[in-house]
């Protein structure tokens, strides 16, 4: 692995990973805008720091935002700044995260999930360095770097309206698409003995290493969550295990693979829009009632040694009596029970999770705190 690209974290042999580096090498020097596209948990944000680092702006601070993590009723206002007085509650003057990096760089990641109406003022500070406070009409100037982030289609987005075209072209000048790990399994290994060794020195702890079955296992597996994944499994088998060897019996009890997994509840993720999302959510709620009805049907044929028309017993449930038939579970249960499956499977990590619910990190941010998930 070369040396240099070690240095600022970039791990792996591959050709693409190598083809990522030298692309690196080539734009960090300039002022240009970066957008990094890729799965959850394949590193964008190393990606991002690496090209600060070999930037002439890497004295200055590097500033990363979630912009899908910010509710939007104050997203501008997080990246803008703010008059004193613009709004309810605001009791002073604030700057923006534009304004904390200048002469920096700003690393807006998630930048799928902007608002419509904030595009257009992001697209102002990328085409003139310009931007407006919350409640001010002073135009203010600032000198940042840009990189966006995301792991959605964006012309996709277009497509379906919820990006704007002219932003997306705009940014899309330089495209850095960082690969999942299944297309580069040569550096799956190399990043479990880096992890391995990161998690020893930290904790003190002496590992026997890992069986040519394990690493086996590792190489093979999909990894959904990517590098991120990865680290996690590693991290949890060392320390739980106690540095022991690890076999790929022992492996097994810390990964599962999901992807032929029957009877799964929780909806797949797509690049579905929000509103379609929450419509399945229903659908699928629907369709597992009616599953629950045949059910009903079958054991009463087997019951009573009859075949009972499936008029009548459909008809039941619209008679006068709405008490009659089986209970029929409120959506809002099945909701919360979906984000409660999803937050256990990914140990509490709500990016993750909203990913997997195909919602946003902002709504299920909220979802949490409606269903007080909190406590």
């Known amino acids: 692995m070369d040396q240099r690209q070690q240095q600022f974290g970039i791990i792996g042999n591959s050709v693409e990973i190598k083809e990522i580096f030298s692309v690196i090498q080539q734009v960090a020097p300039t002022d240009i805008t970066v957008l990094l596209t ?42 803008f700044g703010h008059e004193k007085g613009a709004f309810t509650g605001a009791g002073e003057t604030r700057k923006g995260y534009f304004e904390l990096a200048d002469d920096g760089t700003i690393l807006l990641d998630e930048i799928g999930e902007l608002p419509l109406a904030t595009q257009v003022k992001f697209l102002r500070v990328l085409e003139s360095g310009e931007y407006m406070r919350v409640g001010s009409a002073t135009p ?18 277009v497509r379906q309206g919820n990006f704007r075209a002219d932003l997306y072209f705009r940014l899309r000048s330089i495209n850095i698409r960082i690969p999942p790990l299944r ?19 930290k904790n003190n702890i002496v590992f026997e290493g890992f069986s040519n079955e394990a690493r086996e296992l590792l190489k093979n597996y999909h990894w959904h969550g990517n590098v991120r994944e990865l680290r996690n499994v590693i991290e949890s088998i060392i320390i739980i295990e106690h540095g022991k060897r690890i076999k790929a019996t022992d492996l097994r009890k810390y990964i599962k693979d999901t992807v032929h997994e029957e009877n799964r509840n929780l909806p797949v993720y797509t690049h579905k829009s929000l509103d379609q999302a929450e419509r399945e959510l229903i659908l699928r709620a629907l369709l597992e009632m009616k599953s629950d009805i045949n059910e009903i049907k079958t054991i009463l044929n087997h019951q009573n040694g009859t075949r009972i028309d499936s008029r009548f017993v459909e008809a039941s449930f619209d008679a006068a009596n709405p008490d009659e038939g089986p209970p029929i579970e409120p959506v809002e249960k099945i909701e919360k029970r979906a984000i409660i499956g ?27 705190k409606e269903y007080n998930l909190d406590a």
């Open 342 to 368: 999803a937050l256990d499977r990914f140990k509490g990590n709500r990016r993750l999770a909203s990913k997997a619910l195909n919602i946003s990190e902002r709504t299920l941010y909220r979802k949490i």
């Open 38 to 79: 890729g799965e959850s948990g394949t590193g964008k944000e190393v990606i991002a720091k690496t090209i600060h680092q070999l930037s002439r702006r890497a004295s200055k601070p590097m500033i990363s935002v979630n912009a899908g993590a910010i509710p939007e009723g104050i997203i501008e206002s997080e990246l």
């Open 140 to 157: 203010r100037k600032v000198d940042v770097r840009i990189i966006a982030a995301t792991n959605r289609d964006l012309e996709s987005a």
């Open 183 to 201: 297309e580069r399994r040569e550096d799956i290994l190399l990043f479990a003995d880096e992890f391995a060794k990161q998690i020893c020195e």
